[in-house]
């Protein structure tokens, strides 16, 4: 099966452009990691503002994919099994 040279992918971006931004997140990753390497002292005294950060963060970009069907259970008891599931 031959394909077009220029096929795009899922996203709409070219496919020959992925090596590259493979290769920049790469680059990325090995700067971040000298840099946390360097100055670990600095960074350790950071842990906790990150950790009560990040549950912030965490709870506004996870995607709010999987609250559709509470108000379904709460209509339920403990001991009347859902239907239907």
Same mark, same amino acid.
């Given at each position: @099966?031959?394909?077009? &040279?220029? +096929?795009?992918? $899922?996203?709409?971006?070219?496919?020959?452009?992925?090596? $590259?931004?493979?290769?920049?997140?790469? &680059? =990325?990753?090995? =700067? $971040?990691?000298?840099?946390?390497? +360097?100055? *670990?002292?600095? &960074?350790?005294?950071? *842990? #906790?503002?990150?950790?009560? @950060? $990040?549950? %912030?963060?965490?709870?506004?970009?996870?995607?709010?994919?999987?609250?559709? /069907?509470?108000?379904?259970? +709460?209509?339920?008891? #403990? /001991?009347? %099994? &859902?239907?239907?599931?």
């Amino acid at each position: @099966m031959n394909h077009p &040279v220029n +096929e795009s992918h $899922a996203n709409g971006a070219p496919s020959r452009r992925r090596p $590259a931004t493979i290769a920049m997140l790469m &680059v =990325v990753l090995i =700067v $971040a990691f000298y840099l946390l390497r +360097e100055h *670990w002292g600095h &960074v350790s005294g950071l *842990w #906790p503002y990150l950790l009560l @950060m $990040a549950c %912030p963060l965490m709870h506004l970009f996870h995607g709010h994919g999987g609250h559709g /069907d509470h108000a379904r259970h +709460e209509s339920h008891g #403990p /001991d009347k %099994p &859902v239907s239907g599931s």
